[in-house]
Nanobody, 123 residues
């Protein structure tokens, strides 16, 4: 079974870049036809789909976040990463990585997801 694990700093300063890595085991991030996805949850915004990178390497982003978001992958490590630039306290959330059959995955009702990692934006 596929397992996903988020990692990265739990505290990021305002205006800096949030960088998270998702390490995948039990599944190949290049295998069709899966999408490797980032979602976040916060009290203020609820569940928010951020974007995804497909098995092919194609990327997809939320219109509200695409100017600040970059998703990439390292196939040799079977990892994919999230970078969110110019963060503010509104970016404080629990961030989840997951695997889905669709690029746009608005909830975690389907697919496989990591346990999530808390990221706090504060000076």
């Amino acid at each position: 079974q596929v397992q996903l694990q988020e990692s990265g700093p739990g505290l990021v300063k305002p205006s800096q870049t949030l960088s998270l890595t998702c390490t995948v085991s039990g599944g190949d991030i290049t295998a069709g036809y899966y999408y490797w996805t980032w979602i976040r949850q916060s009290p203020g915004k609820g569940t928010e789909w951020m974007g995804a990178i497909a098995y092919s390497g194609s990327t997809y982003y939320s219109p509200t976040l695409k100017s600040r978001t970059s998703i990439s992958r390292d196939t040799s490590k079977n990892q994919f990463t999230l970078q969110l630039t110019s963060v503010t306290p509104e970016d404080t959330a629990v961030y989840y990585c997951g695997r889905s059959r669709s690029a746009f995955t608005p909830t975690m009702a389907s697919g496989s997801w990591g346990q999530g990692t808390q990221v706090t934006v504060s000076s």
